[in-house]
């Protein structure tokens, strides 16, 4: 079955404690992104890959980061996390801008 | 930069019709439209592409204009199943061909 596979689906951690959230694609897709989702804000793209060893800063990129070593994963790392990062975060990939992009199911992280 | 997306919200009995708009700023090659229900993944709708070219959905129809870079979804005979935020994605000429920039987000709700 094609899919992308987030994990975890929930996370609680305090302030200043690393944490990397885990993307993985079964489509030997190129493209990858992170978005992270707030009320009223839809979904603000935080990184994005166009294959591996190339990726670019989304819109908002600050206090985060992220690897593309292979094709099907695409990690994002919160070194230091804070109180401003409790946010829903999605994973996604696709073929390219003229085809579909799939959605990981989720990650909810609350940071106190 | 987000494309803007109007109405932020609208309420429907079941069968009227609704249209959700989507405007940027930049000049456009693609837009996509994704349906999000509470709590889980966008999921695909309809991909519109620079020229005419369009891939979704049998029973969502939508528009393109390049020369405005505006997009409208139209929801017909809506049904109870049509609830949930819609969203814009455009893919814009300059940036990364897979680089999908999300709107805030329609929230629409179908009564019976």
């Known amino acids: 079955e094609a899919q992308v596979t987030q994990n975890p689906r929930y996370l609680i951690t305090v302030t200043g404690k690393k944490l990397t959230v885990t993307c993985s694609q079964n489509m030997n897709h190129e493209y990858m992104s992170w978005y992270r989702q707030d009320p009223g804000l839809g979904l603000r793209q935080i990184y994005y890959s166009m294959n591996v060893e190339v ?7 600050e206090g985060y980061k992220v690897s593309r ?7 994002l790392i919160l070194e230091s996390p ?10 996604a990939s ?3 801008g003229k085809t579909e992009a799939f959605f990981g199911q989720g990650t909810r992280l609350t940071v106190v | 930069q987000q494309p803007v997306q109007s109405p932020q919200a609208v309420i ?5 019709d609704a249209v959700i708009n989507c405007s940027s700023s930049k000049a456009l090659y693609s837009v996509h439209w994704y349906r999000q229900k509470h ?3 966008p999921v695909f709708l309809m991909i519109l592409l620079k ?6 959905h049998e029973k969502i129809s939508a528009s393109f204009n390049e020369k405005k870079q505006q997009s409208s979804l139209y929801l017909t005979a809506s049904q109870l199943s049509y609830s949930g935020t819609y969203f814009c994605g455009t893919g814009n000429y300059g ?9 805030k987000g329609t929230k629409l709700s179908v009564k019976p």
Request: glycine share 20%.
């Open chain 2, 39 to 41: 709590g889980e993944a």
């Open chain 1, 94 to 96: 696709s073929l390219g």
């Open chain 1, 55 to 61: 990726t670019d800063k989304g819109d908002v990129p």
């Open chain 1, 69 to 75: 070593k292979e094709k099907r994963n695409f990690p």
């Open chain 2, 12 to 16: 429907l009995r079941e069968g009227e």
């Open chain 2, 51 to 56: 020229g005419g070219e369009q891939k979704g």
């Open chain 1, 82 to 91: 804070s109180p401003n990062q409790t946010s829903l975060y999605f994973c």
């Open chain 2, 95 to 103: 940036g990364s061909q897979g680089n999908l920039i999300f709107g």
